[in-house]
């Protein structure tokens, strides 16, 4: 079980910690409905460093990232960055992932924590043709996602940088709580705004408590693992293993708007043919109509009690004080306002079909 340089950190804080990707992670310090709140309404700051990195450089690192990924990074200028995936030769996703523009020729990818080792076998084996320069530097950094309303006003005397400047899916690098050259990014997974910290583990424990010091007249909190799930579902966001996987078709995930076949790469004659083809089933957005919560792998069926799909993601949302999920339904069923229903335990519950995401500011 691998650490994060703050372990110990959190263990003093009294976190609850858990196994998550081969990671000794916080889940939880308060509670999660308080800590999805404070993130929802002030400011929180989670320790990510599990997620991995790694850095693509040279001549040919943009033809490598355009050969591997679904998007088209030849659009990205420096200091801005991508959201995109790796389609696999079978059809489904190795991972998603976001695509940072360093430098001309420099480029950062960063991973979900439980496939660092497959994507780079993944990226690697394509790598051996193209000749990019390859580096996994996951275990040498360290990310701190800094996340709400009151992320920039309370964080803006730690820096040089306008924070309030950088839009989203942009980054700059520059000071940091006294360190140089951190990237400093606003690609926030909450939907409340905020921006990401990249330093190396040696700096983060000063940025830690430089974070938490400067934040501490806003009301900033340690959020953990399990408050970050319920609110990226309250915007709909896919979770890898959960809504997305190898099997999954990224067409049917609704992944379409980064699937751009004006480029050569992985299986895209394959998705091209399949973009052609009705859809045999959709991931949707669903709140329960009444009392209940949905989980992870539950029967979605009809109002025969037919199943029809299943749910990939679900919880009972702190902010809307109802059940939500996603799923993956037959294509009839995908339309926003049908009726669905959910199968809890002995229980069918009753759903309805909504528009993402579930959580408006």
């Known amino acids: 079980?691998?650490?994060?340089?703050?372990?110990?950190?959190?263990?003093?804080?009294?976190?609850?910690?858990?196994?998550?990707?081969?990671?000794?992670?916080?889940?939880?310090?308060?509670?999660?409905?308080?800590?999805?709140?404070?993130?929802?309404?002030?400011?929180?700051?989670?320790?990510?460093?599990?997620?991995?990195?790694?850095?693509?450089?040279g001549p040919s690192a943009l033809t490598l990232i355009q050969k591997v990924t679904s998007n088209d990074a030849s659009k990205l200028t420096v200091g801005k960055a991508q959201y995109s995936y790796f389609p696999n030769e079978s059809g489904g996703i190795v991972d998603d992932l976001i695509v940072y523009r360093v430098k001309e020729e420099v480029f950062l990818l960063v991973v979900n924590a439980s496939n660092i080792q497959k994507d780079w076998d993944h990226i690697s084996r394509y790598n051996e043709s193209i000749g990019a320069d390859l580096r996994n530097i996951s275990d040498n950094y360290s990310l701190l996602a800094i996340q709400g309303p009151k992320a920039v006003e309370s964080m803006q005397s730690l820096t040089s940088v306008d924070l309030s400047a950088i839009k989203f899916y942009n980054f700059v690098v520059g000071d940091f709580a006294g360190i140089e050259h951190v990237i400093i990014s606003a690609t926030g997974y909450t939907g409340s705004g905020g921006f990401e910290i990249y330093c190396k583990n040696e700096e983060v424990k000063q940025i830690w408590d430089s974070v938490l010091e400067a934040g501490s007249a806003y009301g900033i909190k340690p959020i953990g693992l399990a408050a970050r799930d319920t609110l990226r579902l309250e915007m709909g966001y896919c979770l890898y293993g959960n809504d997305i996987n190898d099997e999954t078709s990224p067409m049917e995930a609704g992944l379409g708007w980064i699937t751009k076949f004006s480029k050569d790469f992985v299986?895209?004659?394959?998705?091209?043919?399949?973009?052609?083809?009705?859809?045999?089933?959709?991931?949707?957005?669903?709140?329960?109509?009444?009392?209940?919560?949905?989980?992870?792998?539950?029967?979605?069926?009809?109002?025969?009690?037919?199943?029809i799909g299943y749910v990939t993601s679900g919880t009972m949302s702190p902010s809307l004080n109802k059940g939500i999920g996603l799923g993956y339904v037959k294509t009839m069923f995908s339309d926003p306002g049908s009726d669905i229903y959910i199968q809890i335990r002995k229980n069918t519950v009753m759903a309805k079909v909504v528009k993402l995401p579930f959580y408006k500011t």
Do not use: C, W
Not at 32 to 39: D, F, G, I, L, P
Not at 273 to 298: C, D, H, M
């Open 1 to 57: 079980m691998k650490n994060t340089a703050l372990t110990k950190t959190h263990e003093a804080l009294g976190a609850k910690m858990v196994p998550f990707a081969g990671y000794l992670m916080p889940v939880s310090y308060e509670g999660v409905n308080a800590e999805h709140e404070t993130v929802r309404k002030a400011v929180g700051v989670f320790d990510v460093s599990h997620m991995g990195e790694f850095l693509v450089e």
């Open 267 to 307: 299986n895209s004659e394959g998705l091209a043919k399949e973009k052609e083809q009705p859809l045999k089933q959709k991931l949707i957005a669903f709140e329960l109509q009444e009392r209940g919560i949905p989980r992870q792998g539950y029967e979605i069926v009809d109002g025969e009690g037919n199943k």
